[in-house]
């Protein structure tokens, strides 16, 4: 056998390379179609992460619609569920980007992928920010001096309101995270669909 950079096998002087066995063609397709299963299961992994964090999404917002719903009613007291904070209103309308991922994903539709992105930066995360910062003197004044005025379930509103915060920002985080990952992946499938 020859080696790169050593001596040729001898009786050989390198033109035998016609008769060595070669992949057959058949293989040959089995491999394009093994990369193509790979690529085919990373869309489906991704678009999985995605759907799951829909859902957890989905069932934030519903508990969130909740507590605007029963408190503007007067369904029950104010000292058993908190009138809502400013930064709840706004956040309400990130439903608008699920509903777009929600419509990107059967179809690989990257212009409701993108729009879902966008509209979560603008509908999910900056309500979030807003929040954060409407809430951090009442948690302040919690923290020094232990006294809460708001209620939700007898847990400190500004605590449980938090927590909401903390978790939604994890999700549309990732949300985003993954999103970007599947259109990076549509969009190298659509160039090398173009170049063939």
Known sequence: ???????????????????????????????????????THV????????RKLNIVHLLTWVLMVAQVTVSQLSLVSHKVVASPYQWEY?????IIPTVFSFLALPRNNISYLVISMISAGLFCVAPLIYGSMEMFPVAQQLYRHGKAYRFI?????????????????QVH??????????????????QDKKKK
């Not at 869309?43 to 995605?50: D, N, P, Q, R, T």
């Not at 706004?90 to 990130?94: A, C, D, I, T, V």
């Not at 985080?173 to 659509?190: E, G, P, R, V």
Request: without cysteine.
């Open 1 to 39: 056998m020859a080696s790169r950079a050593g001596p040729r096998a001898a009786g050989t002087d390198g033109s035998d390379f016609q008769h060595r066995e070669r992949v057959a063609s058949h293989y040959q397709m089995r491999t394009r179609i093994t990369s193509l299963t790979v690529i």
């Open 43 to 50: 869309f489906v992994a991704l678009k999985s992460e995605i």
């Open 90 to 94: 706004p956040y309400l309308l990130s």
């Open 153 to 169: 379930f007898g847990f400190s509103a500004v605590t449980v309101m938090y927590l909401v915060i903390v978790i939604a920002v």
């Open 173 to 190: 985080a990732w949300q985003i995270y993954y999103s970007k990952k599947l259109l990076d992946q549509w969009f190298t499938s659509t």
